[in-house]
C-alpha cells in the first residue's frame, strides 16, 4: 500500500513537472502561485516580528 502511494506520488510530480514545463499557462499559473505565497509569507513573517518587536519593548518597559 505504502509502495503504490509513493508510486504514485512519484509518478504525479514527474507528470506535473512534465506539464509544466511544456505548458506556458500552467507555467505562468505556477510562478504566480509561488509569488502569491511568498507575498502571504512574507507579510506573515512581517507580523510575526512586528508582535515579537512590541513584546520586546513591552518588556523593556516593565524593566524600567
Not at 26 to 42: D, I, P, Y
Amino acid at each position: 500500500m505504502e509502495k503504490m502511494f509513493c508510486l504514485g506520488l512519484l509518478l504525479g510530480a514527474v507528470g506535473g513537472a512534465l506539464i509544466v514545463a511544456n505548458n506556458y499557462k500552467a507555467r505562468s499559473l505556477v510562478k504566480k502561485s509561488q509569488a502569491e505565497v511568498m507575498e502571504k509569507v512574507n507579510e506573515m513573517m512581517d507580523e510575526k516580528l512586528g508582535m515579537e518587536g512590541g513584546e520586546q519593548s513591552t518588556e523593556k518597559k516593565q524593566k524600567k
